[in-house]
């Protein structure tokens, strides 16, 4: 078994190494039920094999050291050097190494698998997409039961939640390499008529209402950028936007229901199928989204975004979010 241990446990590491060295591509859902399941079994085979065997190897060591105090006795011989019986014990008892990085880490790795696959799971915010609602380096929550739970790995739904709305942010699983997370704003549902002209945001022929704000410095560009509070639905949110950008989007993928959208100098119009939802970025001149490489399907959303935890260059962004 300690052979057999280690070679589990390399095969982890080495994994975690060739994901971390861009080698392969990770999958941390699939990498951390498989650590459910094998520390899983070795808790099983401690709780009903292993553990048993070392108790019984401890009992042993109890009744032969009764059984020669009883026979010295028998001799007249009551004063019996006991020796390190109480040390023996706990040595036969202890866990050994390959025991204790398996079973003994099961319990901490299930709690953490079933709050990640069913509860919450922490995000970090990769680039400015977002901004200026998400920074580079937040730390996010993302709410995995608002939308109903869904089995991890294969992400079956288990159960109906709330429906998405216009104006929620979501990640998702990227459909065009599903592997990888990203993190919008929902602007269109299904059914809905979606345009983006001028950079203004139609939604079934309304002009989206927005209000002039502050600009907004972007401090890893070191530049100001015009800044607007914007509604969707019930929902008030900032967005920025950059003048020195044209309006027409350059470059947009072949993706599936293509034909739905309608691409001009002006912008993009689409009709989003059923569904499926039209995503943007807040920060609307420097944001892969919707307008590129088309709609997300409901099985890759992941979960509603709300929470800011941590941000280790600016802790006054702790908090919830719009």
Known sequence: MPILTAIILAAFVG???AWYLGAIEGNFALLLFMATVVTGLYWLAERFIFLPRRRAAADALQQQADQR????AAQGITQVDQGDLATARERVLAQPWWLDWTAGLFPVILIVFMLRS??????KIPSGSMIPTLLVGDLILVNKFTYGLKLPVIHTRLTEGKPVQR????????PPQPSVDYIKRVVGVPGDEVSYLNKQLTVNGQPMPRAVASDFFDESTMEYYKQFDEQLGVKNHRIIVDDRRPGFVAGAFDFQ???????SVEGVSCKVPEGHYFVMGDNRDNSLDSRFWGFVPDGNIVGKAFFVWMNFGDLKRIGAFN
């Open 15 to 17: 994994y975690g190494t």
């Open 69 to 72: 105090r009883a026979d010295l």
């Open 118 to 123: 069913f509860v919450f799971e922490p995000f």
């Open 167 to 174: 104006g929620d942010v979501v990640v998702f699983r990227y």
């Open 257 to 263: 229901y293509k034909d739905n959208c309608r691409y």
